[in-house]
């Protein structure tokens, strides 16, 4: 039985725990009862969050006094902002400081499915993207669900050819005003289903240097294709190796779906990668000292090898 047990500990130490540092735009103040606090350079929110099951640290009345909006949810995704103090703002913005390098930046806003336009914990995924595609200067980077492009901004901040695909037309806009406030330029923009696209790169003998993947758990491309994870991400996941560069390659999957196990993204890339991956869960750390999961991940990267 000891065996058993120091054969487990010695595997999970493998596993990664990753959270963003030192953005001082945004800050996790605190979360529990199925809610988070958060601050987005100068806007408090109070969003859902379905992983915190706990209890926060301070109460309902402390956080409303702290906020200046609320999400009230209406349905199992939308629902309304209720302005706390003062009116609603219309947009606004923050920046992210890539390792030793420019800054990028985001235009904020207040969406009816409860999202502002930036997913923070996934900051640790842009400086592991910028720091690696450096090392391939002038290489292809792919970026599919790609939302309002923070993967894309760090690669191009890193000199790589962007390409960026999103299913959303008003995101697609939205990643691009994004590019300019960044005073970036020449990402290609794709509005097209993911697995689609990546099918049809494969057919013309492309490749590319650098790939990140994001899927939602379920979602639909512009002419009604329907995406559902479980189903589909062993397939996508086929496609995308068919297009990664043989040789100097990096492949970051990020999954964000309740009781998914970071030895999925494991399991996944060990079908592909022989020499070393990792892989683990993203987090953020509240002011108040809880953490919050928010996504598995797995990646590697033979750039600069």
Not at 100 to 116: D, N, S, Y
Not at 150 to 174: C, E, P, Y
Not at 271 to 280: E, L, M
Request: aromatic share 12%; charged share 20%; net charge positive.
């Amino acid at each position: 039985m000891s065996k058993w047990f120091v054969s487990i500990n010695l595997y999970f130490c493998q596993v990664q725990l990753l959270s963003p540092a030192h953005w001082s735009d945004y800050e996790l103040l605190d979360c529990g009862n199925f809610q988070k606090l958060e601050r987005f350079g100068r806007v408090i929110t109070i969003r859902p969050e379905p992983q915190a099951l706990w209890r926060p640290v301070n109460t309902e009345r402390e956080w409303e006094k702290q906020a200046h909006v609320k999400f009230i949810q209406k349905g199992s995704s939308s629902g309304t902002w209720k302005a706390l103090k003062g009116d609603l703002p219309s947009a606004w913005k923050i920046n992210y400081a890539l390792p030793a390098g420019p800054r990028i930046q985001f235009r904020l806003a207040l969406t009816g499915f409860k999202h502002v336009g930036v997913f923070p914990e996934q900051a640790v995924n842009w400086d592991y993207i910028y720091t690696n595609m450096q090392k391939q200067r002038g290489g292809k980077f792919l970026n599919l669900f790609a939302y309002t492009g923070g993967a894309s901004m760090a690669a191009k901040a890193a000199g790589a050819d962007v390409t960026h695909v999103d299913s959303i037309r008003q995101v697609l806009n939205w990643a691009r005003e994004n590019m300019e406030q960044s005073s970036l330029k020449d990402i290609r923009w794709v509005l097209e289903d993911a697995l689609k696209f990546v099918k049809r790169e494969a057919r013309r003998g492309n490749f590319y240097h650098g790939i990140i993947l994001d899927p939602p758990a379920y979602g639909h491309g512009p002419e009604g294709e329907k995406w559902k994870l479980e189903e589909q991400l062993q397939e996508m996941m086929d496609a995308v190796f068919s297009i990664l560069h043989p040789e100097h390659r990096m492949l970051i999957l990020n999954a964000y779906s309740l009781g998914l196990s970071a030895l999925v993204t494991e399991n996944l890339l060990r079908t592909y990668v022989k020499g070393k991956s990792d892989f683990g869960e993203l987090f953020l750390r509240s002011a108040t000292g809880l953490q919050l999961p928010l996504g598995v991940f797995g990646r590697f990267s033979t750039l600069g090898n």
